[in-house]
Each structure stands twice: as structure tokens, then as C-alpha cells.
């Protein structure tokens, strides 16, 4: 039976909810080894919500608390502020990281905790928080009036402290999305219909509460899942995934290696900083551009065969390809004959390692002349999902016209935006030659007002699809 003290009442708060979930799931990817609820044992209870043991063997004591009324954030005169029981926020975690030098302490809020984060940040080193602490004299007596007495006025002890401290400050709904997005990555219904991630956070919230002052490790929870027909994902031997993006791949570059020039790619200027040396792209989001015909699509193929050949897992998607009613990543996912979202299914099959997700015909979506501008919340939600995974590139190619005449497209230019501009510049007069030379035609031969325009490889490639005659008189 659950010890009495309010516990299921506190579980109702749903921000301390989504909070223990959150971390429950991290138990299940294995950056937790066990999280406790509620601990029985006084010392380890005393002013946090619960507790995880970590992979990495330390002990993270969590204290939840979802807004203050008092003041626009926590400052510390509100994180040391004595209640009815003599204790304090910060006294209560600073009393669990002084237990032993694996313990950390961490203070979760929809508000932040600026002062204090201010002073964690300033805390490597004695010489680097002096100097900070000398540059603000509020900053300074507020350290001193509440942090101190809490570390028996040992600014050395003080300082260690804060460096096993940390907070975070996330609203009810980003935590919300962070915790359903979560649950996508790592589960599936073995009946196999759409998660619900709604009723994956009732099973693991009832596993909580039944296992209350408990430890609860991964075992423990995949088996509660799974007798609700929810398991792990695994991505790895998961064949069929892999084929078909295999199949995505294949299906995108097969009839772009059909239109280049002389069965090889022309180098395009420009293209340069689309890949690493070793693979991988060379930038976390990479936006190319170019003018109509001007070979973006060959050259993402390429990239696409390259990344490939370098055993990096790579994805793409032609927006002006998409099938009507889509509106969500999940619906893309599934259009599209994958088990999840694209960027989500992409994240697993590379299991942490690099990968890339290439958009292309962006433009489709523009609402300068593309026929299908309904779709960019759609891209914007795929962009958001890609940024969650550390080792995922985005390469999005896009027209030029389209880029400068649809401002939400031409914010993806401006500073700030996150992506790095590749604008591909027509061949050279030399490619062109060489290109003519390759098929056999006499270059002083090709009519000289027409020589300007084989420089876009479209025109090149539509050239070379002429009869012979029709290239020496122009028609």
C-alpha cells in the first residue's frame, strides 16, 4: 500500500506528472538506470519529487515546481525562503548534493532560475565567479545572503555546489510535446495501429502510483508496457524499415542519374560545402539554391548516392510529390509507407550516429508559385523534429525565385536562420565544351548565340537529346 503523505494527490499535478515521465522514459532509452518516486527513506525524500539513478552512476534528486506567483521567475530569495518547516528550495537540494559527491541536484520550473543559473555558469573556476559576482553587486549579496549560509559560508563549497546543480525551465506544453515525441521514438503498438501516446502516459502515470516509494527500472516498465501491447522499438534489425527507405532513396536519384550529362554529374560552382570528406554533411542545415533547370535536383542526388556510399543512413522527400491530406509528420510517415514520422524513422534506423535528411522541391510549397503552400506547416514540423537529433542534417533545396518572393522562404536566408546557403552557379563555358567534346560534337560547331544557354545543365541535358542535325542548325 502507498505510504500516505498526498502522493497520488501531488501525481494529479500535471506538470510534476509530465515531469517524472519524461524521465521514466529515459530509464527506457538507457541514460537512467532506475527512477524512484516519492522515496520512502527520509534522507533520500526530503524536498524532491523523486529521484533516478543514472547510467553514468551519479544520482539526480529532482524538486518540480511549476510557477511561482510571486515573482516574474525564481530568483534565490525565493529558492532560499524558509517555509513553515524551516526548509528552503535550494537548502533541500543543496542538502542532497552535499550527501555525497555523486549526488545532483536539478530544479525544474515552467519559470526559470536566471540568478542562480547566472551563478552556475560563472562557477568553473574561483577567479571566473569572483569576477562576475564583482560585476553586479545585487548578484553579488544575494550569493552571499542565500547561498552561502546554505555551504557554512565555504565560497570553495558554494562553488563545487552549484556545479552539481542544475535547473530547467520548459512550459506544460513544450514538456507535453517533449514527452509525446519521446514515446513516439521509442514505442510501438505490436497490434500495429498509430501509438497513442496519450494512453502511454495513463499505463506509465498507473505504474507510478502501484509502485510508489519503489525503484522502477527498465525492465520493469517495458513489461508493464507490454502487457498493454506497447513495446520497445528497435530499429536496428527492423528490416523492413531499412528497405524502404532504401526504396525512397533508389526511387529519388533513379531518374535523375537519367538526366545528367553524359550518364555523370557536372560539378556544379558552388557545391562545394554540401559534404564532408569523410561524409556527412558539412553543416547541421544546409539550404541549396539555384535557378530553374539549374541542377539542384541531380546534385542532391548525388549527394544522396555519395552520403549512401559512405554508409550514411540519408532519407528524402520531393514536396512536389506529396499526396493531397497530408497534414501531420505521423500522415507523411505513413504515406510514405514508414512506420513513423520521416525524420523520427531516420533518428532510429541511425541509432545516434550521423544522418541526413534531405527536402527537396521546397519551392512546390511557395506561395509565390508553387500550388501546394498548405503544406509548410508540415515542413516547419519536420524542421523541428530534425533539430531534436544532434547527429541529423537537414539539405533542403529550393529554387531562387521562390526563395526571394515567399517571405516565410526567405527567412530561411536571413542571419540567424540556422542554415548555411549553397547557391549553385551555372557551368563554365570549359564544363560546356568538355560536355559537347564528351558526345562527340565539334563545340566551334554549336551556334555561338546558343552557347549561353547550355550553361543551365537542363538546357545541356535537352541538348543533347536532339537530333544531330537539330543541334548544328538551332532549331
Not at 101 to 109: D, I, L, M
Not at 224 to 230: C, D, E, N, P, R
Amino acid at each position: 500500500m502507498p505510504a500516505s503523505g498526498g502522493a497520488a494527490d501531488k501525481l494529479c499535478n500535471r506538470y510534476e506528472a509530465l515531469w517524472v515521465i519524461d524521465q521514466l522514459l529515459r530509464v527506457v532509452d538507457g541514460a537512467g538506470c532506475q527512477l524512484t518516486y516519492e522515496p520512502l527513506d527520509p534522507d533520500e525524500s526530503q524536498g524532491i519529487e523523486f529521484a533516478v539513478q543514472k547510467a553514468d552512476g551519479t544520482t539526480d534528486y529532482w524538486s518540480v515546481k511549476r510557477q511561482t506567483t510571486r515573482a516574474a521567475g525564481w530568483t534565490l530569495a525565493l529558492m532560499a525562503r524558509l517555509d513553515d518547516r524551516g526548509r528552503s528550495i535550494l537548502g533541500d537540494l543543496m542538502r542532497h548534493v552535499k550527501r555525497d559527491p555523486s549526488h545532483r541536484g536539478v530544479f525544474a520550473s515552467t519559470l526559470g532560475a536566471r540568478d542562480f543559473d547566472e551563478l552556475r555558469t560563472h562557477a568553473d573556476s574561483e577567479a571566473l565567479l569572483e569576477a562576475r559576482l564583482d560585476q553586479s553587486a545585487e548578484l553579488k549579496s544575494d550569493f552571499r545572503n542565500y547561498v552561502l549560509p546554505l555551504c557554512g559560508s565555504d565560497s570553495e563549497q558554494a562553488r563545487a555546489l552549484l556545479l552539481r546543480t542544475r535547473t530547467h525551465a520548459i512550459d506544460e506544453a513544450q514538456l507535453l510535446d517533449r514527452v509525446e515525441f519521446t514515446i513516439r521514438k521509442l514505442l510501438y503498438a505490436t497490434d500495429g495501429s498509430m501509438l497513442d501516446a496519450a494512453a502511454v502516459r495513463r499505463h506509465l502515470a498507473d505504474l507510478l502510483l502501484d509502485k510508489i516509494h519503489r525503484p522502477l527500472d527498465r525492465e520493469t516498465i517495458l513489461s508493464v508496457l507490454a502487457g498493454h501491447g506497447i513495446r520497445l522499438r528497435d530499429w536496428a534489425i527492423d528490416e523492413s524499415v531499412q528497405d524502404r527507405i532504401r526504396a525512397l532513396c533508389e526511387s529519388y536519384t533513379a531518374p535523375l542519374r537519367e538526366a545528367m550529362i553524359n550518364s555523370t554529374l557536372l560539378p556544379l560552382a558552388g557545391s562545394e560545402p554540401l559534404l564532408a570528406a569523410g561524409g556527412g554533411a558539412k553543416s547541421e542545415n544546409v539550404l541549396v539554391v539555384g535557378g530553374a533547370g539549374c541542377g539542384k535536383s541531380t546534385t542532391l542526388a548525388d549527394v544522396v548516392e555519395r552520403l549512401r556510399g559512405f554508409g550514411v543512413p540519408v532519407l528524402t522527400i520531393r514536396f512536389d510529390q506529396l499526396p493531397e491530406g497530408i497534414i501531420t509528420t505521423r500522415q507523411l510517415g505513413r504515406k510514405l509507407d514508414l512506420p513513423e514520422s520521416p525524420a523520427l524513422v531516420l533518428a532510429g534506423v541511425a541509432g545516434g550516429a550521423k544522418s541526413v535528411l534531405v527536402i527537396d522541391q521546397l519551392d512546390a510549397i511557395s506561395m509565390a508559385s508553387g500550388r501546394r503552400a498548405e503544406l509548410w506547416n508540415l515542413f516547419e514540423e519536420l524542421r523541428r523534429e530534425a533539430e531534436r537529433f544532434s547527429g541529423m542534417s537537414l539539405i533542403v533545396g529550393c529554387r531562387e525565385f521562390d526563395l526571394e518572393h515567399d517571405r516565410r522562404l526567405r527567412a530561411m536566408k536571413a542571419d540567424g536562420s540556422g542554415f548555411q546557403i549553397v547557391e549553385l552557379k551555372p557551368l563554365s563555358s570549359d564544363q560546356v565544351d568538355a560536355a559537347l567534346k564528351d558526345a562527340e560534337i565539334d563545340p566551334s560547331a554549336v551556334q555561338a548565340t546558343l552557347k549561353p544557354l547550355l550553361t543551365i545543365p537542363l538546357h545541356l541535358s535537352m541538348f543533347f537529346s536532339l537530333a544531330p542535325a537539330d543541334r548544328i542548325s538551332g532549331r
